[in-house]
Every structure is written in C-alpha cells, then in structure tokens.
C-alpha cells in the first residue's frame, strides 16, 4: 500500500529556512508525479509546489517562487521542499501527494489530481 510521510516541519522565526521531506513506499516512485500543498484552518488546501516524475519540470504559486524549490531523489524515494525566507503567512499543514503518470515532463498542481496523500507537518513562522 502506498504511504507518503513528511517530516521536517516545525517552529521558526521569520526570515529562517526549513526544508520538508516526504519518504515514499509501497510506490515505484520514478512513475509518480509529485506536488506539496498547504492548508490552513477554513481554507483549501492549495498546491505550492510540483515536480514531474524525472524531475525536469516544476512549478510554484506564485506566493512562494524564488523562495521555495521542490527536488526528488528518485533513488532515495523521497522529494524535497526547501522553503527559505521564511514568513508568518507561510504558517500552514504543509502535505506531500503522489499521482502516477505515464508522461515523465508532467507536473499536476491542484489537488484533484492527485490520488496519493501524507498526513501532514505542521509549519509555523513566528514574525
């Protein structure tokens, strides 16, 4: 069965960088596309960032572009989101999801897409 766990969230200040990972199993990983999202209490969860399956093409929101990068290593079943400056609006449950896709250029940013999903890290920026 396939289960996708996030570590790395926590409690930081403003202006400081955590990275977040996602350990994959139970999946070929290399044949899924891959996507964080965020949400926040009465919100939706929206997509952050995404990655196709070999990597090569990603995308952001734009809230997050040139501040967050999502990278997979596909040897170690695991993707990345290292988040830098740091600000109180990016406090959020940040999730991993994981759909299988056939075409390794593609990336999927919006939630209905995906099929696969982690339970959560919590992340807070303090100001």
């Known amino acids: 069965q396939v289960q996708l766990v996030e570590s790395g969230g926590g409690l930081v200040q403003a202006g400081d960088s955590l990275r977040l990972s996602c350990a994959a199993s139970g999946l070929t990983f290399s044949n899924y596309a891959m996507g964080w999202f965020r949400q926040v209490p009465q919100k939706e969860r929206d997509c952050v960032a995404a990655?196709?399956?070999?990597?090569?093409?990603?995308n952001y929101a734009d809230s997050v572009k040139g501040r967050f990068t999502i990278s997979r290593d596909n040897a170690k079943n695991t993707v990345y989101l290292q988040m830098n400056s740091l600000k109180p609006e990016d406090t959020a449950v940040y999730f991993c999801?994981?759909?299988?896709?056939?075409?390794?250029?593609?990336?999927?940013?919006?939630?209905?897409?995906?099929?696969?999903w982690g339970q959560g890290t919590q992340v807070t920026v303090s100001s």
């Open positions: 990655i196709s399956r070999s990597g090569g093409s990603t």
């Open positions: 999801a994981a759909e299988r896709t056939v075409n390794t250029g593609r990336y999927y940013n919006t939630k209905y897409l995906y099929t696969y």
